[in-house]
């Protein structure tokens, strides 16, 4: 108990550190831990859809242009297809790398002085690359696993689109940021009692915080604290449940030298992901979890989605 409770002052320091810490490209916050813990490399390819097609404002839905601004956001479709490889040089140590391939459409409605002009754009193109190193910690006689995880993004991803009258989208919505950032976290593993007493249920709690450097345009997406509590139960032969609650608090962007407004950027959001996985072969699962919004906060007026759905298939090898 009282290795859980400097596990925890650790978690809550963590928060009071980088809770301060905006809105860039839109991704599903969910935790993405493997199931396939042992395995020597991991793969998985996920599918991410998110449709922001209702203002915000605060924690009420408005209309297009309720708050007055440069360019009234209309809507975004995100789509990232995103390639994960794991790989685990000692029973302790693990590392991956993951690269999503992103599609958007993106329309606003730019307020100028001859009057109100819609601007749309559809573009793609790869993202930034990810890379975490993960240590796990296993004290001696205790059935909880802990880890920590350092890691960063390069600024591998494309940065500019094809313009429209003139325009590019702001340097958040485009595939790559153009920045170097740092990631950070920590997290438990653990088993509890299922219903019934007949079998374990794993649980999962892991925190991140990501540091954005500055990118395009000198322009810097604020930066971002995630906490997730997961868990997995066997309904029945490969078929299991999966159940998520996902926190995300983003701070204001810093808009650089474009004409963007910070006011408009960052806030708060928790999720319910509820899910499935089946198992289609040894060491092999597809899964798929939709998330809904249980609590959203935006600064200014943003977009939002009313769910976000995240798909994938899932190898381990060797």
């Not at 925890?8 to 599903?28: I, Q, T």
């Not at 995630?226 to 159940?243: F, N």
């Not at 609590?295 to 976000?308: C, D, F, H």
Request: aromatic letters at 8%; proline letters at 6%.
């Amino acid at each position: 108990m009282r290795r859980i409770g400097y596990f925890l002052a650790l978690a809550l320091a963590l928060v009071a550190r980088v809770s301060l810490a905006g809105c860039g490209c839109e991704f599903c916050p969910v935790d993405q831990g493997s199931q396939w813990h042992e395995a020597k490399f991991t793969f998985d390819l996920t599918q991410q859809y998110i449709d922001q097609d209702q203002p915000r404002v605060g924690t009420e839905d408005a209309a297009v242009g309720a708050i007055s601004s440069e360019h009234d956001e209309v809507r975004t479709i995100n789509r990232a297809t995103t390639a994960s490889l794991g790989f685990r040089p000692a029973e302790a140590w693990a590392l991956s790398a993951a690269l999503p391939y992103v599609s958007r459409t993106h329309e606003h409605i730019h307020n100028d002085p001859g009057g109100p002009e819609p601007q749309h754009w559809s573009y793609s193109g790869f993202g930034d690359l990810e890379i975490l190193a993960t240590h796990y910690i296993v004290p001696q006689g205790g059935s909880t696993r802990y880890f920590v995880r350092l890691g960063g993004k390069a600024p591998t991803g494309k940065t500019h689109v094809q313009e429209v009258d003139g325009d590019q989208p702001e340097p958040a919505s485009r595939p790559g940021t153009g920045s170097w950032d740092l990631l950070a976290g920590l997290g438990a593993e653990w088993r509890v009692g299922a219903p019934g007493g007949e079998r374990a249920l794993p649980v999962r709690l892991s925190l991140t915080g990501r540091l954005n450097g500055t990118g395009t345009d000198d322009y810097r997406v604020g930066s971002e604290f995630q906490a997730h509590l997961g868990t997995e139960y066997a309904v029945a032969g490969p078929v299991a449940a999966l159940l998520q609650t996902n926190l995300r608090v983003r701070g204001k962007d810093d808009v650089g030298t474009t004409d963007e407004e910070a006011g408009h950027t960052g806030g708060t959001s928790w999720y319910l992901s509820p899910g499935v996985r089946v198992a289609v072969a040894p060491q092999t699962s597809i899964y798929g979890l939709y998330q809904l919004p249980l609590y959203q906060r935006v600064n200014g007026i943003q977009l939002t989605a009313k769910a976000n759905l995240y798909v994938g298939i899932s190898r381990g090898i060797l």
